[in-house]
């Protein structure tokens, strides 16, 4: 029997059964998702729309305070992907010369492990944060985006 005669071959009660299902369970695990999808995605945008003052804050003459460094670290490592995701729709995935060397750089960064204390924690939110500045600095991404996601993020422009 093949698939498409399985679809055919209907079992009636099944059928009926299925059909006279509430969807509350499925709707109820939808919105959640849904709810979720539209959190990281705000959350996304909030990382996107600082990456700069995030950029200034992790490379400054000052260390950012020891609290700040992990959720710092997260939404620099959020912005930096977003960033190489740019890059590589704008360069319909083949990315070239120091453009290609920024990537890879942003890559290795994330593939790191996010520290949990320390020296590490503050070396890796630095190593992302150059990352996510040298691939600024190749000017591949329009200069809108991130204004538009500070706008999408209730921050002014």
């Not at 999808?37 to 260390?63: F, P, Q, Y």
């Not at 890559?107 to 520290?115: G, I, K, S």
Request: glycine residues 6%.
């Amino acid at each position: 029997m093949t698939a498409a005669t399985g679809l055919a071959q209907r079992t009636p009660l099944r059928d009926a059964a299925v059909e006279r299902a509430e969807p509350v369970g499925d709707t109820y695990l939808l919105e959640r998702l849904v709810a979720a999808l539209k959190e990281s995605v705000a959350i996304d945008m909030i990382a996107l729309a600082h990456i700069e003052d995030d950029i200034d804050t992790a490379l400054g003459e000052r260390a950012p305070a020891a609290h700040m460094i992990a959720p710092l670290s997260l939404r620099l490592r959020s912005a930096a992907a977003q960033l190489v995701d740019l890059v590589m729709q704008e360069t319909h995935n083949r990315p070239q010369g120091k453009v290609a060397d920024a990537v890879l750089r942003a890559c290795e960064a994330l593939a790191e492990a996010l520290p949990t204390q320390g020296e590490d924690g503050l070396g890796h939110l630095r190593r992302v944060a150059l990352a996510a500045q040298d691939i600024l600095d190749q000017d591949v991404i329009a200069e809108d985006v991130l204004d538009r996601a500070a706008l999408l993020a209730g921050d002014e422009a």
